[in-house]
């Protein structure tokens, strides 16, 4: 069975300051990862994935991401935070293999990006 | 583009009645999955389709209903609507290897 586990309910940084949301999976073969963002009252918004190749992968409005394959993580994060990042934030996976099954999501990790 | 579009944006039920929440996506994506969006719960898969005419269950299906006639639209109905079902219910849509694209989300109160 797929699952996401997002470890933190929350995670405030200031406003200029990396930031790290964790991510960490388990799936059947290799996984396809992904990162989405939610603006409040708003849908989910797509910032970056994960298939093969280089380990850091770069997606929307500054967001990289981190696969680590032997952690079993794909963590999110950002070199200088922005106020407007506030936000929640989800990560997602399904098995590369298995092109029929849906997306499995966590439960979401809130950023609070203080000024 | 629309994209995914979901229909009603807010709608308030009654317990035990009925309604369906509408999907659809111009994208002629084959991949389409209804989830529900609880505080602290995340994202929960209720149901998904790979295809016209194909549907499968996902981690939280009791009280839904799905169909899928065509590649556009994948239809969710509330049979008889409890307060469990309070929610809001998201639709999204893939292709094989691309990311899903999210409807913007129905609001349900059920009272």
């Known amino acids: 069975a797929q699952s996401v586990a997002q470890p933190e309910d929350q995670v405030n940084v200031a406003e200029g300051n990396p930031l790290t949301v964790k991510c960490t999976y388990s799936v059947s073969g290799n996984p396809y990862l992904f990162w989405y963002v939610q603006y409040p009252n708003r849908g989910l918004q797509f910032l970056l994935k994960?298939?093969?190749?280089?380990?850091l992968v770069k997606g929307s409005y500054g967001f990289e991401a981190e696969f680590n394959k032997s952690q079993t993580s794909f963590h999110l994060k950002k070199p200088s935070a922005l106020v407007s990042d506030s936000a929640l934030y989800f990560c997602a996976v399904r098995a590369l293999n298995q092109a029929g099954t849906a997306l499995i999501f966590g439960k979401g990790t809130t950023l609070s990006v203080s000024s | 583009n629309a994209g995914v579009t979901q229909t009603p944006k807010f709608q308030v039920l009654k317990t035990g009645q009925s309604m369906t929440l509408q999907c659809a996506q111009d994208m002629n994506h084959e991949y389409m999955s209804w989830y529900r969006q609880d505080p602290g719960m995340g994202l929960r898969l209720i149901h998904y389709s790979v295809g016209a005419g194909i549907t499968d269950q996902g981690e939280v299906p009791n009280g839904y209903n799905v169909s899928r006639s065509t590649t556009e639209d994948f239809p969710l109905r509330l049979l008889s609507a409890a307060p469990s079902q309070t929610s809001v219910y998201f639709c999204a849509s893939r292709d094989m290897n691309t990311e899903a694209f999210f409807g913007q989300g129905t609001r349900l109160t059920v009272v």
């Open positions: 994960y298939i093969t190749g280089d380990n």
